[in-house]
Nanobody, 131 residues
Framework: VQLQASGGGLVQPGGSLTLSCTVSGFTLDDYAIGWFRQAPGKEREGVSCIRRSSRGSGSTYYTDSVKGRFRIYRDNAKNTVYLQMSSLRVEDTAVYYC??????????????????????WGKGTQVTVSS
C-alpha cells in the first residue's frame, strides 16, 4: 500500500494550490482518505477527510480554520484525492500528509481528525505561504 502526496510549493498569501494524493495497493473507494499538516514546532493537525463512496463523492470533514477555503474531493478513476486550497494564509505553511484509516469513515472525535487512527501514511509535501 502506498500513498503519494504531491503538489506542494511556494505561494503568496491569498493564493491557491491543489495537493494530490494518489494511492496504490488498494482501490481508492475502499477507504476514507485524510489530510494532515505539521508546521515546525507544532503538533500534527487533521485538516480534512473524505469518506468512501462508490458514487464518486462522500461526506467530508474540515477543521475549522480551513472551512470555506479548502475543498477535498476524489477521483476514483484516477485513484486520487485532491485538496484544493484557496485564500491561503501564512499560517497554512506546513508539511502536508495524506493518510488512510483503512476503513470507510473518517475518524473524527470531538471535531478532531484522529491521526492515531490512520493505518497508512504518505510522505509529506511542503506548502509554504509567504510574500
Amino acid at each position: 500500500v502506498q500513498l503519494q502526496a504531491s503538489g506542494g510549493g511556494l505561494v503568496q498569501p491569498g493564493g491557491s494550490l491543489t495537493l494530490s494524493c494518489t494511492v496504490s495497493g488498494f482501490t481508492l473507494d475502499d477507504y476514507a482518505i485524510g489530510w494532515f499538516r505539521q508546521a515546525p514546532g507544532k503538533e500534527r493537525e487533521g485538516v480534512s477527510c473524505i469518506r468512501r463512496s462508490s458514487r464518486g463523492s462522500g461526506s467530508t470533514y474540515y477543521t475549522d480554520s480551513v472551512k470555506g477555503r479548502f475543498r477535498i474531493y476524489r477521483d476514483n478513476a484516477k485513484n486520487t484525492v485532491y485538496l484544493q486550497m484557496s485564500s491561503l494564509r501564512v499560517e497554512d505553511t506546513a508539511v502536508y500528509y495524506c493518510a488512510s484509516p483503512a476503513v470507510a469513515g473518517c475518524p473524527v472525535v470531538h471535531d478532531d481528525l484522529i491521526a492515531a487512527a490512520m493505518d497508512y501514511w504518505g510522505k509529506g509535501t511542503q506548502v509554504t505561504v509567504s510574500s
